[in-house]
């Protein structure tokens, strides 16, 4: 209850800033990414943290899921819902592809496996003219939809809605009997087994929900870009961004991986325009470090054990 | 008695390595069976092809007359057929009323009352909140029967329960199992510690080298000559 109250407040928020004349429009082109963050951290905390297969692919499936929306929308003109649609639908196909293949591997050979499908699916978009190859595509945006005054305040409401979208599938999980199998093939995949987990098939479905939320994520980039190409699409600072998000949050919780985003996205972003757009990465390096060495359980772990202590 | 567990002529290799040679079992409902052998005989391996975490390779594993051995070990243990590790694997992450919760929520779709009978049957109910990587030595123990008996089993396979416990500790956990089998649960015992078998046991059987080379009650086991030698080397 407390939840939905959050969640709608968060969305009437956004959605009152982006009519308001008041905020200025780089708050938006910014608050975008970050917003892209949450979800794709959240997506990732779900196989990741709950059950402790670690993805570096991130990338892969937000890139597929941009490709797909391009792909949809020069050959049908399909609306920004539709391209979201397909693209959740792709990425899930994905996950689902991925996860049947590669999940019986366990902990750093499944971790291998995800890099490898990164770089199959930038090669296959390289050499796929339709969508420009490794040159890439200009897009021309379609008109606003009202009541939004501009292209970039409307995607923002949109990937505040994903976010919303991610997060509530995210907790759903987590406090569901699927979220206790996961922890508990998290900690011991043999004796989840031997309590009468189905291993294998919760596996495979973290990995197809992760898989579809990455992809919707990667919607619309594209017309937030105004132009698509393999090489940033599929960046592997994704998978990097997607994975050090939860870790400084937290991945017990599915408020961790919210907070690690908006934390890091935040810091990434004030960076890239006062600094420079290159010590981004090192940003990510050097809290990934500094938590993994001096609190593993982020900063939920962090607030709950400052919460016990003082009780 | 008819047989709530055969296995047939089951078979493993681990490379060059035969952990198992043709080992044939009858388990009858309701037994305490008893299953000794010098380390590296192959008890566990035997185990974990009947409760799936491995696969045998030949021979045939029936459970209530139905044939087990290639279904994966989640399938197994809604069948029935419950076990705790040699090795205590709590899920670390938990407390111990969740611990058993991940049974009961995913075999036997009980209320969580159950779990509590459970755990003031073991002995662990004043432990429930407690988190499980904070527990003792025996109280790990516990938890792995705990668990397996939250998933309401019919066959439970103790795979060294007892192993470095104290004195007393090893009456306390022999009750429970005796505790249990009074309430008509089979009961699997792999166990070094001796006169636990020997007091627990109704039919033993030993292994060596992935061969059963003796089978009879305690007493005659004790006796036996072959036994003798593979424990002693003599």
Known sequence: MKYSIGAAAFLVAAVGAALSGAVNEYFFYAAYVVLTFVVLATAWNILGGYAGYVNFGTGAFFGLGSYSAVVLFKALSAPLAVQIVAAAAVGAALGFGVGIMTLRLRGIFFAIATVAILFIMETLMVNWRYVGGATGLQLLRPDVMAPFSSYTRMLFVVMALLAVVAVSVARYVQVSWIGRGLRAIRDSEEAAEASGVPTLRLKVFACTISGALMGAAGAPMPMYLSFIEPASTFSLNWGVSALAMPMIGGTAHWIGPVLGALLLGSIQQIVTVTI????????????????VVLAPDGIYGLCRKWLRSSK | MAALLQVENVSKHFGG????????LDIAQGERFGLIGPNGSGKTTLINCISGALRNEAGKIVFQGKEIGGLPAYRRTRLG??????????????????????????????????????????????????????????????????RAMAARPRLLI???????????????VLKILFDLNAEGITIIMIEHIMHAVMRFSQRVVCLDAGRIICEGTPASIVQNADVQRAYLGA
């Open chain 1, 276 to 291: 420079s757009n290159e010590i981004n990465v090192l940003v990510v390096g050097v809290l990934l470090v500094l938590f």
């Open chain 2, 17 to 24: 390595f035969t952990a198992l040679a043709g080992v044939s």
């Open chain 2, 81 to 146: 057929i419950a076990r705790s590790f040699q090795i205590p694997r709590p899920f670390h992450s938990m407390s111990v009323l969740e611990n058993l919760l991940v049974p009961l929520q995913y075999v036997a779709h009980g209320k969580e009352e159950e779990v509590f009978a459970i755990l003031k049957k073991i002995g662990l109910a004043d432990k429930a909140q407690a988190l499980s990587s904070q527990l003792s030595q025996v109280e790990l123990r516990k938890l792995e029967l705990a």
């Open chain 2, 158 to 172: 103790s795979d060294e329960a007892m192993a470095g416990l104290s004195g007393a500790e090893v009456d306390e």
